[in-house]
């Protein structure tokens, strides 16, 4: 046998090793290519600058009068245009406020005068609201009392203040009542008139449904008054301060209109007009915390 059968033989046999064999070769799948990254769209990105540039040129519009008030009021003592003894530049008037305020006594002061008108304005509210509605749910009623409150409300707060000195005192009680006084009437009336204005049609079909009174005013009468009784509240919020203002000018030991009578008496000029500044200040943040409120209130209403 040839030497070649052998070696098959004994390879076959298991006397020698087997001839090795090429190793297989594994198939790798290619790598997959780099994920490409999803582009932002520009859409949402250029309407969040397009919303912010507009709240900025609203910003701008609102601020324009008040920056040009400023600045002319800062030229106009500088430049001789006004005598700077009666009228200091507002730089001036800035530094007496924020002297008066770390001393302490600004804030002495405001909070006097923000206890006593909200103090007033809040029981003119309570008072003034569920009054009007109860008014002017009975017309009968309402055509009976109106021309008595039409008196009431063009008569003057101020001039009633001597009336409220001598029957209450001069103390607190005087001054909140005063305030109380003259925030009731644009609320009262306002909130009447809200309630006979209701739309008769839903009233109908209110009472069409078997709902109580109570159910009534809640669902149809006082979200249809909302508009016009914060209106009324509005202006009393206004009103609560200016009478304030006066009536603590007479006999009173603290408040911001105490402030402006005794810097003028003393002919701190700064000072009464950073009291006066003061002031408008706060009511410009009242309205604006009243307007948020009305807002809040008046969401379920489609606007026109």
Not at 43 to 60: H, K, M, N, T, Y
Not at 152 to 160: I, Q, S
Not at 236 to 257: D, N, P, R, T
């Amino acid at each position: 046998m040839s030497t070649g059968t052998d070696t098959t033989v004994a390879a076959l046999a298991g006397l020698a090793p087997p001839v090795d064999e090429a190793p297989a070769v594994r198939k790798t799948a290619p790598a997959p290519a780099p994920a490409t990254p999803t582009p932002v769209p520009a859409a949402p990105r250029a309407a969040s600058v397009g919303r912010l540039g507009r709240l900025l040129r609203a910003a701008g519009l609102r601020s324009a009068a008040i920056l040009a008030l400023l600045a002319l009021w800062e030229t106009a003592p500088r430049l001789g245009l006004v005598d700077a003894t009666f009228l200091p530049p507002v730089s001036e008037v800035a530094e007496a406020w924020w002297e008066l305020l770390a001393d302490g006594q600004l804030g002495e002061h405001t909070g006097a005068s923000l206890i006593r008108s909200f103090g007033g304005f809040g029981i003119a509210v309570v008072v003034a609201v569920p009054l009007g509605l109860l008014i002017g749910w009975y017309r009968p009623v309402a055509a009976l009392l109106g021309p008595l409150l039409e008196v009431f409300r063009n008569t003057a707060a101020l001039a009633l203040l001597p009336v409220f000195v001598l029957l209450l005192g001069i103390g607190e009680t005087s001054k909140v009542s005063i305030v109380v006084y003259a925030c009731v009437w644009p609320i009262l009336l306002n909130t009447i008139s809200a309630v006979g204005n209701a739309d008769p049609t839903l009233v109908k079909l209110a009472r069409s449904m078997d709902l109580s009174t109570p159910r009534l005013f809640q669902k149809v009468i006082l979200p249809a008054s909302v508009p016009a009784i914060f209106t009324g509240i509005r202006l009393a919020g206004a009103v609560s301060i200016l009478v304030l203002v006066a009536a603590e000018m007479i006999g009173a030991k603290a408040g911001l209109g105490y402030l402006i009578n005794a810097s003028q008496y003393n002919f701190a000029i700064p000072q009464m007009y950073a009291g006066i500044v003061t002031i408008s200040a706060i009511g410009v943040a009242f309205n604006q915390l009243l307007v948020t409120i009305e807002r809040r209130l008046s969401l379920w209403r489609v606007p026109a």
